[in-house]
């Protein structure tokens, strides 16, 4: 981060547990973990780094592989990508960026404890 003169780091893995894409049950305990131990690394470091993290607007996909909690705990941000809610791999037709969707998953990051300040819409 420093040779490069980077303001932090943000984690996009697409998508922890997922079978599809080689994911394990673990990853989600892991991926939290991993976050932790990086934001431990920048607090010993006494640099002020950011650390974000790309998280996919489903809810199934929020509970499969992201422990909120833990997350939230040790990041500034958290960036919701609300686009690609519906594409060619739905069932259903829909729009691409749907409100009342957005509207949806901001309300289930809300009940999980995730600070609205932490909570960055991706359009």
């Not at 490069?4 to 780091?9: H, K, R, V």
């Not at 791999?89 to 990051?109: A, K, L």
Request: aromatic share 12%; glycine share 6%; charged share 20%.
């Amino acid at each position: 981060l420093r040779t490069y003169n980077f303001d932090g780091i943000d984690f996009d893995w697409e998508y922890p547990v997922d079978p599809d894409r080689c994911g394990v049950p673990e990853d989600k305990e892991n991926y939290a973990l991993l976050v932790q131990a990086m934001r431990q690394a920048i607090v010993n470091s006494s640099d002020d780094y950011l650390i974000t993290m790309a998280v996919p607007a489903s809810t199934t996909r929020l509970d499969q592989g992201y422990d909120l909690s833990s997350l939230s705990q040790n990041l500034d941000y958290i960036n919701i990508m609300t686009y690609d809610i519906y594409g060619y791999w739905s069932e259903e037709v829909g729009s691409h960026s749907d409100m009342r969707h957005i509207r949806d998953v901001i309300s289930y990051f809300l009940s999980q404890g995730v600070p609205s300040e932490q909570l960055i819409m991706g359009l």
